[in-house]
């Protein structure tokens, strides 16, 4: 059932643009991410769906009910920022606690639920613990207990990681998906984090400029993103022109490359997409598989990601591609020649397509 729509959502502020036509649907007890680099529109999208903006145009539609009349207070929506915004002169269960207080209810019912929320979140026994008393990760599990203790119908949450190291928000994110699916909460979740959105969400909306270029699955995302915008934000650089010829390979000036998926007619002009991941180390003895295609070049970078080497290479002609290779295999030194096989998996060609819409 689809729980929440936003239609043709429009937003300035002082003449610029925050918000240029905004529209998609979600439905009950899915996750959506909102996810796109900083000023594109992320928080202020989710303002206007909180109540604390007004959109200059467009609706927002909640249960079937057209919410723009009603108070925030009063949309019994949760939401949860970056800096928590916990009560420091108040201990973990107080904190918690808050939400239901305001809502008048009694005493058992703040307790009962308050002690569940906190047995959720992994805080049991925590409950009389000060604020300054517990670690960043424990924090944000108190401010996500707060959020979720009033029993929301839809739970926003801002950057709710972007204050956390990286390996503390590497654990989290996972923790906080189950937490969300094990309560069957509806929400929205904004980050400009790539590996937070593909790890939480049941969708991702990725926003450039105020526009929502794509929304997708994570793995439709991944692999079909809908055009250079999209691709560029997922951190794909390796974009060759071609043709495509009679046998539906795509001629580009470094080689004919197979993709297993694609649309297109003979004589097309495209954009054909390498992945980072698409390529696999070779030797000048070894022989492609069928449709892998042969890339050599020089070594201009090679950086060890623990997992994963980042090679950085130049063609004979001068094109400059990226790739992500096993640890398994050392590539070679920079400076030196590299035969790289490039198989259909690894390729996209539609919808990324050399003519965008702007």
């Not at 904190?95 to 047995?119: C, H, K, M, W, Y």
């Not at 890339?295 to 950086?303: A, N, T, W």
Request: proline letters at 5%.
């Amino acid at each position: 059932m689809v729980l929440l729509e936003v239609s043709n959502i429009c937003k300035k502020f002082n003449s610029k643009l925050a918000l240029d036509e905004v529209s998609f649907s979600l439905e009950e007890g899915r996750i959506l991410c909102l996810l796109g680099p900083s000023g594109c529109g992320k928080t202020t999208l989710l303002r206007i769906i909180a109540g604390l903006e007004a959109p200059d145009k467009g609706k927002v539609v909640f249960d079937e009910i057209d919410i723009a009349a009603i108070p925030p207070h009063r949309r019994q929506f949760g939401m949860m920022f970056q800096e928590f915004a916990l009560f420091p002169h108040k201990n973990v269960f107080e904190n918690v606690a808050f939400g239901l207080e305001r809502q008048r209810r009694t005493p058992q019912e703040i307790t009962l639920l308050t002690s569940q929320t906190l047995d959720l979140v992994g805080l049991k026994g925590f409950g009389q613990r000060k604020i300054n008393e517990i670690s960043g990760g424990e924090r944000q599990r108190v401010a996500l207990a707060r959020s979720l203790a009033a029993r929301p119908r839809l739970l926003m949450l801002d950057e709710p990681l972007g204050a956390l190291d990286r390996a503390l928000r590497e654990r989290l994110i996972l923790d906080l998906r189950s937490i969300l699916k094990k309560v069957g909460v509806t929400a929205i979740f904004v980050t400009h984090d790539q590996s937070e959105a593909f790890t939480i969400s049941d969708f991702i909306a990725v926003i450039d400029r105020g526009r929502i270029e794509q929304i997708a699955a994570p793995e439709t995302l991944y692999l079909r993103p809908k055009n250079q915008t999209v691709a560029r934000f997922l951190g794909f650089n390796n974009f060759l022109e071609g043709i495509i010829l009679e046998d539906g390979g795509v001629q580009t000036k470094i080689g004919v490359f197979y993709p297993d998926s694609g649309k297109g007619n003979k004589d097309d002009e495209v954009t054909l997409l390498l992945r980072p991941e698409a390529a696999r180390l070779i030797d000048a003895l070894t022989q492609p598989a069928d449709n892998e295609t042969i890339i050599s070049g020089m070594v201009q970078e090679r950086l060890f990601h623990g997992r994963n080497y980042h090679l950085s290479l130049k063609t004979e002609t001068g094109l400059f591609l990226t790739f992500e290779v096993s640890n398994q295999t050392p590539p070679p030194q920079k400076g030196k020649p590299i035969r790289l096989a490039v198989g259909p998996a690894g390729m996209a060609v539609e919808p990324v397509s050399v003519k965008e819409q702007k």
